[in-house]
Nanobody
Framework: VKLVESGGGSVQAGGSLKLSCAASGATYSRFCMAWFRQTPGKEREVVAAIDSDDRRTHIASVQGRFTIFKDNAKNSLYLQMNSLKPEDTAMYYC??????????????????WGQGTQVTVSS
């Protein structure tokens, strides 16, 4: 099982980025998949999650700006990030775990992780 993120970079506030996560080694269409982010000295937090039925959740601070979606045919997960703010600066991680997303709230609830991709938003 392998997850590889890409698409991070440096943008100015108000800009957009699209993160991608290429998954291999499992049937990810039946997984709960999520994006987390982490800044130095802080806990890793979930940003958005999507289940096998394409039901999505996003944390309040990114609602209306970020959208999680996936392409099962390509075994890929994405995070479209618009109207980026400096406080969105973080390392972003792709995560996956077999089964539903219900009840999963933190990093310990996910089995598989990518290596992360850095997003930096300047004011």
């Amino acid at each position: 099982v392998k997850l590889v993120e890409s698409g991070g970079g440096s943008v100015q506030a108000g800009g957009s980025l699209k993160l991608s996560c290429a998954a291999s080694g499992a049937t990810y269409s039946r997984f709960c998949m999520a994006w987390f982010r982490q800044t130095p000295g802080k806990e890793r937090e979930v940003v958005a999650a999507i289940d096998s039925d394409d039901r999505r959740t996003h944390i309040a601070s990114v609602q209306g700006r970020f959208t999680i979606f996936k392409d099962n045919a390509k075994n890929s997960l994405y995070l479209q990030m618009n109207s980026l703010k400096p406080e969105d600066t973080a390392m972003y991680y792709c995560a996956a775990s077999p089964g539903d997303c219900v009840g999963r709230s933190g990093p310990a609830d996910y089995n598989y992780w990518g290596q992360g991709t850095q997003v930096t938003v300047s004011s």
